[in-house]
């Protein structure tokens, strides 16, 4: 799986999330260390059942915040996945940006090339 690093200087990649039809760019946050942050907009367009009850959860600065919590199918490294997906309430901010976890990167080479501005994740 290819990626690049951003205008933010951010290692980012495409995500595939079922029944949206096209690919989303996606953070890959390793302060997260869960599967999958995606918005409720999006959630609500793939049509993922959300549950009622929300989870708070810690954040790598410290701070917890409170998300809403489905399961949905990625496409992951050509393969399709099913994932615990995390739901930022409301709609996607201008600068907003799905985000995957260390648990999706568990099994995973990733590279970062901050000078050639390129990100490469394999099995």
Request: aromatic residues 8%; negative net charge; charged residues 30%.
């Amino acid at each position: 799986m290819e990626g690049w690093i951003d205008e933010r200087g951010q290692p980012v990649i495409p995500v595939q999330l079922e029944r949206l039809e096209d690919s989303v760019v996606a953070l890959i946050d390793t302060g997260f260390n869960r599967e999958f942050i995606i918005f409720e907009e999006h959630a609500r367009q793939a049509q993922l059942m959300i549950e009622s009850d929300t989870q708070i959860v810690a954040l790598a600065d410290g701070s917890q915040k409170r998300f809403l919590k489905s399961g949905g199918t990625i496409e992951w490294l050509g393969e399709q996945r099913r994932v615990n997906i995390f739901i930022i309430p409301g709609s996607m901010p201008r600068h907003g940006r799905w985000q995957v976890g260390t648990q999706l990167l568990r099994d995973c080479r990733l590279e970062i090339d901050f000078r050639e501005r390129s990100v490469r994740l394999s099995h």
